[in-house]
């Protein structure tokens, strides 16, 4: 009827599959591969929709897929699996398939069975204790199990714990006994566990079973009281034989419940309920399975239980604190004393848990404990509050102890005081719970016109009033006025008999100074008013015409590359950024299916989280292997950004939970020192990659250039890397050098008579040169397509000859034993110049044309070259010992002077630094979704831990974007541009980085005439820079919050755009590196994690193993 539609399912993603319409009512449409392992059985439920409307139609279809690998990792348990969805064990693949898509033929019994584990690998002597015997392909039902053997010893088969293919259960008999002989001999208990099953299939294990002999010799304490609830430990030979469950423990004929079980058994004495008390020294029982008992005789002594006989004081205020004193006996065999106060059972009555307000003993020997009063803050009724002690089992009540209210007071009568006043406090409730001798008064020093009085008792501590100190006035004035005037006028005669012998030589070297800096003022305010002019003007032409088609943005692939990989060891030759791996070519389509299946892996969270922990838990995985660790993980799972994030949050729960137990909450996230912590850094650099093109990223980009702009107008030390402008104090350029400034014009060879005009410095070397030419004539290219510098030559004609110009030939200047680098100055290049610019095929130093042997070792010998500034040889050190004091302190004066320098670069650059701040710390504009998503996140963490305040959760975020993020991209513009960040930049780059990272801490900076000059430099706008930070956190707050829904598309569009350029087989096979070293470590976490078990992912990992290492199996 000329309606067409389309069907579909939440598996097929937005996919929808068109409908064709054959004959009737039939329909039938070409199918769709759906990929889904997390269950064996899905239920689909298609529908059905109008093409042209989108109109969705009801429809009933349902259909059951079902994936025959998925909990069906060995032949028998793919046999196992229901007969109608026809799996079959597959040997070409190895895995469990769909019996039409297994083109080899199909085995007719199974591998043999193979054992990876036993549990326990020791066990009596007498046996009778269970065993379990771990692997695969141990049978397909509890029948198929034949036999069973440990050590040469019949075992016999527990079918009731049976467990497909994967574990059996076998009680083991008593060792072989050793044939009488006469010849002695060490028994041999031990040996292979073997299997056989249906099919006359065996397997040995690896694992060696031992049988052994535990012998108990030891128990201590030897004695505690008859309530029970000590705790005794056990020692001797052996005790860690056969598994916890198999061991039970009693004194006499009391069960003793076992706490540990190791090399040393621990367990808690239950009550004696003999008549005797102290009992007679009992022995104690440790019982191994159903056959084995060892004892140690005379061991353990049950006593008398503590008796209290009193107790004072016998009240307490609320705010506890109260030293307590409990006289008895039988105090030295209590391990644990605690004082409870317990409300009555209406304060509680509606509430799951009962309040305790808990109070250790802090001292106590055989017949005293001592307590401080525990503080209560929970009831309304204070008479129904019960006090008791817990010693051990013995629970006492402290009857007649009570509580009242804290004491209240009235506002002081008198606040005028001397040394000697009496203060009288009054108020009510002192005597109810207080002495004279236990409360403490204070005042403040005497010193002061103003002190506080305060009242403190146990834990309380009350504000009670302000007291003033009453002046002095018992001198006579007779006496003050001839004691202090007589001695002040001498002194006065005396000061202007001085002052007028010296005051004309004094004053004559006041009028030389004072001109000496009024001249240098008037100098520096005119130099800073013309550059800041110059700079505005140039910098016009290059932020005029600035687009983001201009700004050398790098794409994806290298963004991520140098964020996460640049920082390596190995830098630009790591593997992840060459993407080279040494695999041989016959083995490629094994280790590319076998890193599928290991990809596979990482996306279980139980393997992954047991992974990380593992790795973190040896010592020898430093934080730089964290580090890598880390971002080769984000490669690896870059395509599901969903699960990445999950994992991210389940780590980063944990090390909350980590630092707020250890109460040090601030340290969080301050370092990346955890692989969740690099995770987080990587994270943002993923989520925020956008919003740096969109929106930050040209404030970022006019920022550095006109930096180096600035850096490069005035004279750069190629030596020393210092710069007569930048904001580095200690990059500073504390000569004056005289330069000019010279327009070149540039001819490229090759490229047609067009030339560029650039402008240098005469002062330059020839690189400085070629550096600014290159700058100009390639600017519209990004760094990377550039010629470097060593590629090309400069060649000026001032006549009808050409001369290379060079940095160093025999032309260069020498001074003593110094040489100086060539500039144009040297050259004599005078303004308007004409220079060629030409690429060399074969770098060659220029010395190699030279004839003379001598001339060529002339300039091979040591590093002795200079540029602007030579520094001081022995020489000259000698000579400056002998000038004068007065030379050296009028050099270091003129010296500071020029740090007026960094003031006129701070403010010719202001604007750029401040419209990048803007940039990044504006919530008002856009804010990323992953910014709003996480701190939402740390905001929800703050309010689930009581000792977390705004202070610290201010930490959380300053830690976690600003200080992890923006000042790792402000100091390294080249992990987001496609540019070169010289040393002299980078110094200027540091201290905006350090004001930005000033700007995000909540500590107010005291500043002195000791404070480093980068500090002092932006102290007028830190306060400004603080307030942009704080209202952009509260700005976020008030945003609309980000649904774990809307970030799951956020992250799963960034997935689908970027995942297929980046390295994951190159970052999955450098993963396994990990999994391989740590190997055994792994095998054993994921053996002891019960989830781990049930998915399997110990054999999983075996058969990764298998195949990347070249193994022969028969997994």
């Known amino acids: 009827m000329g309606r067409r539609f389309t069907i579909g399912t939440e598996l097929m993603k937005h996919t929808d599959k068109e409908v064709i319409q054959e004959q009737g009512s039939k329909f039938k449409f070409t199918g769709y591969e759906f990929t889904y392992d997390k269950k064996q059985e899905v239920n689909v439920s298609f529908h059905i929709k109008e093409r042209d409307t989108e109109r969705k139609i009801d429809s009933t279809l349902t259909v059951k897929l079902y994936n025959c690998s998925v909990g069906r990792e060995d032949c028998s348990l793919c046999k196992h699996a229901d007969a109608a969805y026809q799996c079959v064990w597959c040997a070409a693949t190895r895995s469990c398939v769909y019996r039409e898509l297994c083109t080899s033929p199909q085995p007719a019994q199974c591998p043999n069975p193979e054992i990876t584990d036993i549990i326990p690998h020791f066990g009596p002597l007498n046996g009778r204790i269970s065993v379990t015997i771990k692997g695969s392909n141990m049978g397909i039902k509890k029948e198929d199990i034949k036999k ?7 075992c016999v088969h527990q079918v009731d714990r049976y467990s497909v293919s994967t574990s059996v259960v076998c009680e083991i008999g008593p060792a072989k006994r050793a044939p009488p002989s006469d010849i002695p001999s060490e028994p041999t208990n031990s040996g292979a ?40 430990t056990i020692e001797g030979e052996h005790l860690d034989t056969a598994t916890k469950d198999d061991v039970a423990v009693t004194v006499g004929t009391v069960a003793c419940e076992v706490l540990s079980f190791g090399k040393r058994i621990t ?28 004892d140690v005789p005379a061991a353990y002594l049950y006593s008398e239980n503590p008796k209290i006989i009193d107790f004072k004081p016998k009240s307490s205020f609320l705010c506890g604190g109260r030293k307590i004193e409990v006289v008895g006996s039988g105090f030295d065999l209590i391990q644990r004393a605690t004082m409870k106060v317990l409300p009555s059972t209406d304060e509680f009555s509606q509430n799951t848990r009962p309040v305790e307000f808990v109070q250790e003993a802090f001292s106590k020997n055989d017949t005293t404990l001592y307590f401080l009063s525990p503080p209560v803050n929970c009831c309304h009724d204070i008479q129904s509050l019960r006090t008791v002690l817990h010693l051990d089992n013995v629970m006492e009540d402290l009857k007649g102890f009570d509580y009242h209210p804290n004491p209240s007071f009235n506002q002081l009568a008198k606040n005028v005081i001397t040394e000697t006043s009496i203060i009288i406090v ?84 006041y009028e030389k100074v004072k001109h000496q800096l009024e001249n240098l003022e008037e100098s520096v305010r005119d130099r800073c008013k013309k550059e800041f002019t110059d700079l505005m003007i140039e910098m016009e032409d290059h932020t005029s015409d600035l687009s983001e088609a201009r700004i050398p943005f790098l794409d994806y692939k290298n963004y991520t590359d140098r964020n996460f990989f640049l920082p390596s060891k190995d830098g630009a030759n790591d593997a992840m950024i060459t993407r080279k791996i040494q695999i041989p070519e016959a083995r490629r389509a094994i280790v590319a299916q076998a890193l599928n299946q290991f990809s596979n892996l990482l996306n279980s969270k139980t393997f992954l989280i047991n992974f990380i922990r593992t790795l973190e838990s040896r010592p020898d995985f430093n934080a730089r292997a964290r580090g890598y660790f880390a971002s080769l993980l984000t490669v690896a799972l870059h395509g599901k950004l969903e699960y990445y994030t999950d994992i991210m949050r389940t780590l980063l729960l944990e090390l909350m939970d980590e630092h707020v137990q250890n109460k040090n909450p601030k340290l969080m996230l301050r370092r990346s020192e955890t692989v969740v912590e690099r995770m987080l850094c990587n994270w943002m650099s993923i989520c925020l990659y956008q919003f740096l093109r969109d929106t930050a990223g040209e404030p970022l980009y006019k920022l550095f250039k006109a930096l180096k702009h600035q850096v490069e107008k005035g004279p750069v030390d190629a030596k020393m890397k210092k710069a007569k402008y930048t904001l ?22 090759g490229e047609g008579p067009d030339v560029t005009p650039v402008k240098v410095l005469n002062c330059d070397t020839i690189s400085q040169v070629k550096e600014k030419i290159i700058d100009q004539v390639y600017r519209n290219l990004p760094y990377s397509q550039r010629p470097k510098v060593e590629s090309v030559a400069l060649e000026w004609r001032p006549g009808s000859t050409g001369q290379i110009l060079s940095d160093l030939d025999l032309t260069s200047q020498k001074e003593g034993r110094w040489k100086r680098l060539n500039t144009l100055a040297h050259y004599n290049v005078r303004d308007n110049a004409t220079l060629v610019l030409s690429r060399v095929l074969h770098t060659q130093s220029f010395h190699q044309h030279q004839d003379s042997y001598e001339e060529k070792n002339s300039l091979l010998e040591d590093d002795n070259t200079f540029h602007l500034v030579r520094p001081a040889d022995e020489i000259d050190e000698v000579k400056s010992k002998r000038g004068s004091m007065k030379d050296k302190a009028m050099t270091k004066a003129i010296t500071e002077i020029y740090l007026t320098r960094l003031l006129s670069v701070k403010g010719t650059l202001q604007q750029f630094v401040d419209d990048f701040f803007r940039s990044v710390l504006c919530s008002s504009s856009i804010v990323p979704p992953a910014v709003k998503y996480f701190f939402d996140f740390l905001d929800e963490q703050a309010l689930r831990h009581d000792n977390v305040d705004e202070e610290t959760l201010h930490i959380w975020k300053t830690n976690s974007l600003p200080l992890r993020f923006w000042v790792n991209i402000l100091r390294n513009p080249h992990f987001i541009f496609d540019v070169h960040v010289t040393e002299v930049v980078d110094a200027s780059l540091h201290v905006i980085s350090q004001t930005f990272m000033d700007a995000c801490t909540k500590s107010e900076h005291k500043l002195s005439r000791e404070s480093p000059s980068n500090k002092l430099l932006y102290a007028k706008e830190i306060s400004t820079y603080k307030k942009m930070v704080d209202d952009y956190y509260k700005g976020i707050r008030q945003m609309v919050p980000v649904s774990d829904q809307d970030m799951n598309t956020h992250l799963a569009e960034v997935s689908r755009q970027h995942t297929d350029k980046l390295n994951t087989q190159v970052a999955l096979h450098q993963l396994y590196q990990y999994a391989s070293k740590y190997y055994d470590d792994i095998i054993q976490s994921l053996d002891e994690d019960p989830a781990a078990q049930n998915k399997q992912l110990t054999l999983r990992l075996q058969q990764i193993a298998a195949a990347l290492e070249n193994k022969v199996t028969d997994l």
């Open 148 to 154: 069973i053997t440990v050590a040469g010893v019949d």
């Open 193 to 232: 566990v073997e299997i056989e099953v249906e099919g006359e299939r065996r397997g040995t294990s690896q694992v060696i079973f031992t049988y052994r002999d535990p012998k108990p010799n030891k128990v201590h304490p030897a004695k505690g009281p008859a309530a029970g609830g000590t705790v005794i």
């Open 728 to 749: 580095n104090d200690t990059g500073l350029l504390g000569d004056d050098v005289e330069y000019s400034v010279l327009t070149l014009q540039v001819l490229v060879h």
């Open 267 to 294: 367990c808690k004495t239950g009550r004696y309920r003999g008549q005797k008390v102290p009992s007679e020294s009992l022995t104690v029982t440790v019982r191994y399975g159903r056959n084995t008992t060892k």
């Open 426 to 509: 009054t108020g009510r409730g002192f005597s109810k719970a207080m002495t004279a001798k236990e409360a403490q008064a204070y005042v403040g020093d005497a010193l002061c016109h103003v002190n506080i009085l305060q009242v403190q008792f146990g834990h309380g501590e009350w504000l009670v009033g302000s007291v003033y100190y009453a002046r002095k006035d018992d001198i006579p004035l007779v006496i003050i006025i001839p004691a202090v005037i007589v001695p002040m006028l001498l002194f006065i005669a005396v000061s202007v008999y001085c002052y007028r012998r010296k005051s004309q030589q004094a004053e004559r070297e």
